[in-house]
């Protein structure tokens, strides 16, 4: 009978830990959650009429050294926080070379200390450090923009430059601004 008991109450246990650990990661990328440590964020653009966004957890740099440094050169990352970045358009986009159908795909770069890479994923919903390469639509080289002129200390993913069906999307964070040209197709 003890051996019962125990074992009840070890499953009861591992439940509301399991529960626990989704509801904390839930949180941490979470609009209602208080103060979370990388708040979600989003970047929307309006190309020929219809609507194209991105929605990414924002992590802070808190004195360390980010590029180079707690996220390496010349490995993927996610291109945020947390959660995957998703990229959700209502039209045909091409983002550099990468034809994208309207849809929606996760985000992830390759820094570097001279080239950064794109990557637009069909793979969506996971978490950010999940990473299926073989669900990779494409890879571009981005464009080194204009250094911010003091350190960025927020990530943000913006839409700049835009006329017409053209913007650029840029990621800029600590002292790093790169971007991408988009285009809405028909």
Same mark, same amino acid.
């Given at each position: 009978?003890?051996?019962? @008991? ?7 246990? %591992? ?5 626990? #650990?989704?509801?904390? &990661?839930? +949180? ?64 045909? @986009? ?7 159908? %309207? ?5 992830? #770069?390759?820094?570097? &200390?001279? +080239? ?71």
């Amino acid at each position: 009978m003890n051996r019962t @008991l125990f074992a009840c109450r070890t499953s009861i246990l %591992a439940v509301a830990f399991l529960v626990f #650990s989704l509801v904390q &990661a839930h +949180a941490q990328c979470d609009p209602h959650a208080a103060n979370p440590p990388s708040p979600p964020a989003q970047a929307s653009v309006t190309l020929s009429g219809k609507s194209i966004t991105i929605d990414y957890c924002a992590p802070s740099a808190r004195g360390r050294k980010i590029f180079g440094g707690i996220i390496p050169y010349d490995h993927w990352w996610r291109t945020g926080a947390n959660t995957s970045t998703t990229l959700k358009t209502e039209t045909d @986009l091409r983002i550099g070379t990468i034809k994208v159908p %309207a849809g929606t795909y996760s985000i992830y #770069s390759i820094p570097s &200390a001279t +080239a950064w890479k794109l990557i637009v994923n069909k793979q969506t919903g996971q978490w950010g450090t999940v990473y299926k390469p073989e669900m990779d639509l494409g890879q571009v080289n981005m464009t080194a923009g204009d250094s911010p002129s003091s350190p960025v200390e927020t990530f943000k993913i913006t839409f700049e430059h835009t006329a017409g069906n053209k913007t650029q999307l840029h990621l800029i964070w600590e002292n790093t601004n790169v971007y991408v040209p988009v285009e809405a197709v028909k």
